[in-house]
């Protein structure tokens, strides 16, 4: 018995017409040259951060720098590649709420444990 | 399955979304914590060994040790990682437009560019271990092995995934309404690809 049976057995109100199995996409997903654009990016991105560790800059400022390229690789194949800029909230959230824990974990740890990220 | 949603083959969901999609980003969350807490591991304890080898370059006792890290290597493989994702999402791009021969080339593209990713590491963990790192040499042996390990672990998995996926597309079974199931490996595979984003940087790149 599918759900929508079960609401008519009930007497629930009918919910609106959604498609079966609905894959959750809030919006249409980017085509192939989209996807060879980003690539582009990813690659160019990586080239900078193999360049900047060569380069002879402050620690601090060769730290914050490679954490920003790496994070915004991390957002574009997620965003993108994982269609989470696309997809239904549900699934970012379930995603972010991970991430969320794992840095609050190795906050905890760092404070506990003690010691430097870098 | 005789109430099945038409087309689909699977029920309807009181969310409205497919349970293996909802299932597949569930098991992303949970593995955010366990690739989280084997970096944390790493970055906290990789500057405490007792002993040689280490990662960078460094004076211990008075004598100096070269650093094991292979950066333009690493970074070839880190690169082939990446083009790896381009190649997948353009697999899944490919099947949901119907065309099944660009999908089957695609995967297995992307299977042969996790295949040389893992080829890589495998070199690199015999290098290290013949400069002297093991699992229990010290802690940055034990920790730098069981993170890379179990990445290299998800990588082989990811491979035999897409493998999978060729073969049932060879035997007709995947067709343009069974993308999920490309979908679904896609994800698996780019979020293994955003764990060595985080990994090259914070363990390769970032010395302390």
Not at chain 2, 68 to 82: K, N
Not at chain 2, 125 to 131: A, G, Q, S
């Amino acid at each position: 018995m599918t759900l929508s049976e079960l609401r008519k057995k009930r007497g629930a109100p009918e919910r609106p017409a959604e498609p079966a199995a609905d894959t959750g996409h809030r919006e249409k997903h980017p085509g192939p040259l989209e996807y060879a654009q980003i690539g582009v990016v990813l690659a160019i991105v990586t080239a900078i951060e193999v360049g900047i560790y060569y380069l002879d800059m402050a620690h601090g400022l060769l730290v914050a720098l490679l954490i920003g390229l790496s994070l915004l690789k991390f957002s574009l194949v997620v965003l993108w590649f994982m269609h989470l800029k696309f997809d239904n909230r549900v699934y970012s959230s379930m995603f972010l709420f991970g991430v969320f824990l794992a840095v609050l974990i190795f906050l905890v740890a760092l404070s506990t444990v003690g010691g430097k990220l870098v | 399955m005789e109430h099945a949603a038409a087309g689909s083959g699977h029920l309807e969901t009181s969310t409205g979304l497919d349970n293996r999609k909802l299932l597949m980003w569930l098991f992303l969350g949970s593995e955010c914590l366990f690739f989280g807490s084997l970096i944390a591991a790493y970055l906290l304890y990789r500057d405490r060994s007792l002993g040689p080898p280490f990662p960078s370059d460094r004076v211990f006792n008075g004598v100096h040790y070269e650093g094991l890290f292979d950066i333009p290597f690493t970074s070839v493989s880190a690169f082939v990682l990446l083009m790896s994702s381009v190649t997948m999402v353009l697999a899944l791009a490919a099947i949901q437009r119907g065309n099944r021969r660009s999908m089957q080339v695609w995967l297995l593209t992307t299977a042969l560019l996790g295949t040389l990713f893992v080829s890589g590491q495998a070199y690199e963990f015999t290098v290290f271990h013949r400069e002297g790192l093991s699992l229990g040499s010290n802690l940055f042996g034990t920790t730098f092995f069981v993170l890379t390990g179990f990445h290299g672990a998800h990588v082989t998995i990811g491979v035999l995934i897409l493998l999978s996926l060729l073969a049932m597309s060879f035997q007709g079974r995947i067709q343009q309404k069974d993308s999920l199931n490309v979908e679904l490996a896609g994800l698996y595979w780019h979020f293994v690809d955003v764990v060595w984003i985080v990994i090259f940087t914070l363990v390769y790149l970032i010395q302390p």
